[in-house]
């Protein structure tokens, strides 16, 4: 299994950036796919989580109302439009799957087998 994350720069604060992240090899139906960020000197925390089959999405409170997961099947691709960006949400950003989640682990990055390279996005003041 690959994953290719993209879509990362420089924006400025209320800017919008969408992030995509390609899957190959990712087989299965029970498959979660979500996001994560990592700032430095901190811990990777979840952003945003989607079934790969079915229309459950979750989402950091952090993030709820300005970003949206969504997916592309037939792409095998999945995106994080990012709406109003603020400074704080400078990080490092990783997609990543996962099988057999249920609801009260998609937050969990341990329980992710497969990430990506991370993609940076930058919101300047």
């Known amino acids: 299994v690959q994953l290719q994350a993209s879509g990362g720069g420089l924006v400025q604060a209320g800017d919008s950036l969408r992030l995509s992240c390609t899957a190959s090899g990712l087989t299965g139906s029970s498959v979660t796919v979500g996001w994560f960020r990592q700032s430095p000197g901190k811990e990777r925390e979840f952003i945003a989580a989607?079934?790969?089959?079915?229309?459950?999405?979750y989402y950091a409170d952090s993030v709820k109302g300005r970003f949206t997961i969504v997916k592309d099947n037939a792409k095998n691709t999945m995106y994080l439009q990012m709406n109003g960006l603020k400074t704080e949400d400078t990080a490092v950003y990783y997609c990543?799957?996962?099988?057999?989640?249920?609801?009260?682990?998609?937050?969990?990055?341990?329980?992710?087998?497969?990430w990506g390279q991370g993609t940076l996005v930058t919101v300047s003041s």
């Open positions: 989607i079934r790969r089959f079915g229309g459950s999405a």
């Open positions: 990543a799957a996962a099988h057999g989640l249920i609801a009260s682990t998609v937050r969990d990055r341990g329980r992710y087998a497969y």
